[in-house]
């Protein structure tokens, strides 16, 4: 009786939740929301098991934490040009709040799903691993956002405007 109050719980939470159900919507194949709800609140209780009464704050800090402000993109190389470029041009661009919130949460999902692939963990299990390595500031997501944010520093010269950090 138990087990089935805490799934509703968190089956109410997870519908209720924006940043949830942006989570949901990137985590959704094919139209199986139900699938990507029960992954989702899953991984919330895994989380919460391990850490009572903490798997919100886990999950919200995890999201803010990989949340990127700034995004990379290469130049396109001239079609004629006379000096050949051997280096890559990298053009930093500020993003949005809401673009960045869904580029954090698209690289959460993404390593989730290498490491249950690497290692033969459900989707939830490794989800709730990466949350938590999110939260606590490691992991591969944010090497990776610390990463770009660097590149977009050493190539800030090419862009005329102030970029964060």
């Given at each position: 009786m138990l087990k089935t109050n805490n799934n509703y719980l968190y089956s109410l939470r997870v519908k209720s939740d924006p940043l949830a159900t942006k989570m949901i919507n990137l985590l959704m194949r094919h139209g199986k929301r139900s699938k990507a709800e029960k992954v989702l609140s899953r991984a919330l209780q895994n989380l919460d098991k391990n850490y009572p009464g903490q798997a919100l704050h886990i999950f919200y800090s995890g999201v803010i934490n990989v949340k990127q402000d700034v995004?990379?993109?290469l130049k396109p190389k001239p079609r004629k040009s006379?000096?050949?470029q051997s280096?890559?041009?990298?053009?930093?661009?500020?993003i949005s709040p809401v673009c960045g919130?869904?580029?954090?949460?698209?690289?959460?999902?993404?390593?989730s799903k290498d490491r249950s692939q690497s290692s033969f963990l459900p989707?939830?299990?490794s989800l709730s691993q990466e949350l938590l390595q999110a939260s606590q500031n490691k992991g591969g997501v944010v090497e990776k956002k610390y990463k770009v944010h660097g590149?977009?520093?050493?190539?800030?010269r090419r862009v005329h405007f102030d970029i964060p950090g």
């Amino acid at each position: 009786m138990l087990k089935t109050n805490n799934n509703y719980l968190y089956s109410l939470r997870v519908k209720s939740d924006p940043l949830a159900t942006k989570m949901i919507n990137l985590l959704m194949r094919h139209g199986k929301r139900s699938k990507a709800e029960k992954v989702l609140s899953r991984a919330l209780q895994n989380l919460d098991k391990n850490y009572p009464g903490q798997a919100l704050h886990i999950f919200y800090s995890g999201v803010i934490n990989v949340k990127q402000d700034v995004a990379v993109r290469l130049k396109p190389k001239p079609r004629k040009s006379r000096n050949k470029q051997s280096y890559n041009i990298y053009l930093p661009r500020v993003i949005s709040p809401v673009c960045g919130l869904g580029l954090g949460i698209r690289s959460i999902i993404k390593a989730s799903k290498d490491r249950s692939q690497s290692s033969f963990l459900p989707l939830w299990e490794s989800l709730s691993q990466e949350l938590l390595q999110a939260s606590q500031n490691k992991g591969g997501v944010v090497e990776k956002k610390y990463k770009v944010h660097g590149l977009a520093l050493a190539n800030k010269r090419r862009v005329h405007f102030d970029i964060p950090g």
